[in-house]
């Protein structure tokens, strides 16, 4: 399962799917969703050569449930430091 753990401490579960060279197509889900919502759209994109990623945004899917963060603004700082990460 890949996870990121971000400055918190809560741990980000994500797909990086395709190659890792392709433009990227980011997927961003609403409440109640996880990142599963986006399969389709995921391999028929990574398929054709981009490169899809999708997270649980925390308190949602596979990543932590915090007590803290569960605001829009704490979710844009996650998906900045998964961002961050994958570059590495």
Not at 25 to 36: N, R
Not at 64 to 85: I, P
Request: proline share 2%; glycine share 8%.
């Amino acid at each position: 399962m890949s996870t990121i753990t971000t400055k918190d401490r809560t741990q980000i579960y994500y797909k990086d799917w395709g190659p890792k060279t392709g433009q990227v197509v980011t997927f961003s889900h609403g409440w109640p969703l996880s990142a599963d919502a986006w399969e389709s759209q995921m391999f028929f994109l990574a398929s054709n050569g981009f490169r899809c990623i999708a997270h649980d945004r925390r308190g949602h899917g596979r990543s932590s449930q915090s007590w803290n963060g569960n605001d829009m603004d704490t979710y844009a700082d996650d998906l900045a430091e998964l961002f961050q990460k994958l570059q590495k």
